[in-house]
């Protein structure tokens, strides 16, 4: 464990080429906690923050004084400004974010048209995929009011939480996902006969066009064919290929300034998780900053083993005497056993990825409230 | 407890241990002879991992065997592979299933479409569940290893989703049979949580969701749980940083830890300096039995059974698993259940 590289958080904050900080991992990990303390850490280490959260606990929000949802940054009060910083905090409304691409590029009428279509109501709020496109969009925007005055920008560096998925990987392939259908083969073949049509490859396969659009009226029925029809073109005049936009918000992510922080809990799964999203981004070449491995136990006591405290608390047992220290000793034996099983599960982790510089942050008693707890999260990641 | 109930969807927030739950569970009601299938949905081959066995193909194989003879089965429910078989079943659809393929046709129904993969999804359960052979069904009950607390009220509604995109159609009379089957008395949700306040928010959330949406909460299932080792005098005085030192160096006297090099003064030193680091881990430990005791009570305020199962040194393995499952049984979540 001693070998491994450290994870210096202060460094990466303190760079003011740092431009974006991405927070991924599993979920239930404490992804969301991890980026409000990181940008509260940097707001007041003197940069103009932005944090972008998906989906935060009530608890959280409130600590960080937002209690409504809201698709647009508020400033964070009660910071300490000393050195010249600031924090905006904002929570992803998925389905306002979507209309506001539609607002933006579409002629009025043309947007209430799509903003009726039925495909497009669950497209915008359900789509499996839509929350990280839309991330990545809102990310995109922030990132262009920040580039917009470079002489005073209003945010020099904005931290992502991504969004709650099964796997930390989603966040990365949704967008394309998405945006690879949107701008597929199938919809243009879906909405050609609401086109011109005629085109050279279409003859070529439309003996299996006509199979598939068979099949697939029977299947879906051809409400629904239609429905998809007319939102495809409808979308299609609106602004070019989703899939240009998807990757464009991709190399976003390659860009020198980004910086991933990969989250996890000293569980199984969650480095796990990590594992995969760490070899993902070496091989997009999207530049790792390092592994926080969240609630992790400290044990105080740490001369005295294991071993010998369940020893000792047995003794006080038999003697029938003192036993609040056997009780303490006890709650040590758990700890350090738990201790141990997580120190085996990270080295595990290290074992596989020596250059990924890592960084413990304790278990915590009882959940963050307010802006106190951040604060001590963040010098904890930050200790190095 | 629900002796009706032939499927049993498991859910709870990441992290709390739903997919241990779910196979203790599925382990328990096979006890005494039965039968159970146990799903999962997200790809993520967790069962497989839980049970040390390769990943599990789309089909349905033995994985288990219960306490008294009984069976659990397992299946990865994998959409496109789920969606092919359904075209096959109800359209025969041989080739033109690869046409379909080829196009993107079935990424898009299986990969992004909205409703259409939870369909698929809750539709192979379905099949399962429905499932008859020589007169009788085939399992005796079926776990859904579902997904999370956030997403799973809309995972089951799966009507709600379709309704909006197909009025008519195979698919929405598909969709409605199973929105059938889900708000029968043949269905019960249950909720695994963990007694921190993130959890237990979820998890009140969930069980007020999918009450709305009409389904049945079974039990809350508080896993991971901790028994408290101080009493509770003890435990008010350590949350309160208030512990008499010189008493805990007593017990740590009595038992030698004091050692037996340096002078009398290092000694009593070192002993203090114990004390001290064993009293801050005691209050931790009694700041958060606190904390659970309030997350407890939120808990069974939801007026659902409880069942507690304890957290297991070591993590889960499969005996473990036995373990857990013979709790369960214990607290009335099995097969033959108390009346």
């Not at chain 1, 993902?280 to 294991?306: D, Y």
């Not at chain 1, 990924?356 to 106190?372: E, G, K, Q, Y």
């Not at chain 2, 059938?180 to 969930?206: F, I, K, N, Y």
Request: charged share 25%; with cysteine; net charge neutral.
């Amino acid at each position: 464990m001693s070998d491994r590289p450290v994870f210096d958080v202060d460094a990466l904050l303190d760079d003011r080429s740092t431009r974006v900080v991405v927070c991924c991992g599993a979920g239930g990990v404490g992804k969301t906690t991890t980026a409000a303390a990181l940008g509260l850490r940097a707001a007041e280490r003197g940069r103009r923050v932005v944090v972008l959260t998906i989906d935060p606990a009530r608890r959280l929000a409130q600590s960080m004084g937002l209690g409504e949802l809201d698709n647009t940054p508020r400033p964070v009060t009660d910071i300490d400004r000393t050195s010249g910083g600031s924090l905006e905090a904002m929570m992803l409304d998925m389905k306002r974010t979507f209309d506001e691409v539609i607002e933006l590029h579409a002629a009025p009428d043309k947007a209430a048209l799509i903003f009726a279509n039925p495909f497009y109501q669950a497209l915008s709020s359900s789509f499996a995929g839509t929350q990280e496109y839309m991330a990545m969009e809102k990310l995109g925007q922030l990132r262009a009011l920040a580039d917009a005055d470079a002489s005073n920008p209003r945010w020099d560096l904005i931290v992502v939480d991504t969004p709650p998925s099964r796997s930390a990987l989603d966040f990365l392939d949704a967008p394309q996902r998405l945006g690879s259908f949107l701008d597929g083969r199938l919809i243009r073949l879906l909405s050609a006969p609401a086109r011109a049509g005629g085109r050279a490859y279409f003859k070529v396969v439309s003996a299996a066009v006509g199979t598939a659009a068979g099949v697939m009226t029977k299947v879906l029925g051809a409400q629904v064919l239609r429905d998809v029809q007319t939102f495809v073109s409808a979308l299609d005049t609106v602004f070019g290929g989703f899939r240009e936009r998807a990757e464009a918000t991709y190399r976003l992510l390659q860009r020198p300034g980004t910086a991933f922080v990969v989250v996890a809990s000293p569980e199984p799964d969650a480095l796990r998780e990590a594992s995969f999203f760490v070899e993902r981004l070496a091989a997009e070449s999207m530049p790792l900053a390092g592994l926080v491995v969240n609630r992790v136990h400290q044990v105080h006591a740490e001369e005295l083993s294991a071993d010998r405290a369940a020893a000792a608390a047995e003794d006080l047992d038999e003697l029938g005497e003192h036993a609040l220290t056997a009780a303490l000793l006890r709650i040590h034996v758990d700890r350090v056993r738990r201790r141990e099983r997580e120190l085996a599960l990270s080295a595990r982790f290290t074992g596989a990825h020596r250059s990924v510089p890592v960084v413990d942050v304790s278990a915590r008693p009882t959940d963050v409230h307010d802006l106190l707890s951040l604060r001590e999260i963040g010098a904890d990641l930050a200790k190095g | 407890m629900w002796g009706e109930a032939r499927l049993h969807v498991v859910t709870g927030k990441g992290g709390t241990g739903k997919t241990t739950v779910a196979a203790a569970l599925a382990l328990s009601l096979a006890r005494g002879g039965r039968r159970t299938l146990l799903c999962e949905v997200e790809d993520r081959q967790g069962i497989a991992q839980l049970f040390d066995v390769a990943p599990l193909p789309y089909l349905e194989r033995r994985i288990a065997m219960a306490a008294g003879g009984g069976e659990v089965h397992a299946l990865a429910v994998e959409p496109k592979a789920a969606l092919l078989e359904y075209l096959d079943l109800f359209y025969h659809l041989g080739r033109a299933g690869k046409v379909l393929e080829k196009l993107g046709a079935i990424d898009f129904a299986t990969t992004i479409a909205p409703g259409l993969r939870d369909v698929l999804l809750t539709g192979k359960v379905y099949e399962a569940v429905r499932r008859r052979e020589g007169g009788r069904t085939i399992y005796d009950a079926v776990v859904l290893d579902a997904p999370p607390t956030g997403r799973v009220a809309r995972f089951l509604n799966v009507n709600d989703e379709v309704a909006e995109l197909a009025k008519v159609g195979p698919i929405r009379n598909q969709a409605d049979s199973i929105m059938t089957l889900l708000r029968s008395g043949l269905t019960v949700v249950h909720l695994v949580t963990v007694l921190e306040e993130m959890p237990v928010q979820e998890t009140q959330d969930a069980a007020a969701e999918l009450v709305a949406a009409g389904l049945t909460v079974g039990a809350v299932v508080v896993n991971m749980m901790r028994p408290p080792e101080l009493a509770p005098k003890q435990l008010a005085a350590a949350a309160k940083g208030a512990l008499r030192e010189r008493e805990i160096v007593g017990g740590l006297e009595a038992v030698g830890l004091a050692g037996r090099g340096g002078t009398a003064a290092s000694r009593a030193a070192r002993l203090s300096r114990l004390a001290t680091a064993l009293a801050a881990q005691g209050r931790d430990h009694a700041l958060r039995v606190q904390l659970e005791a309030g997350q407890l009570e939120l808990v069974q305020a939801l007026g659902r059974p409880v069942c507690q199962l304890p957290a297991l040194a070591g993590g889960v393995d499969l005996g473990g698993l036995y373990a857990l499952a013979d709790i369960l049984a214990d607290q009335g979540l099995s097969g033959r259940g108390p009346a």
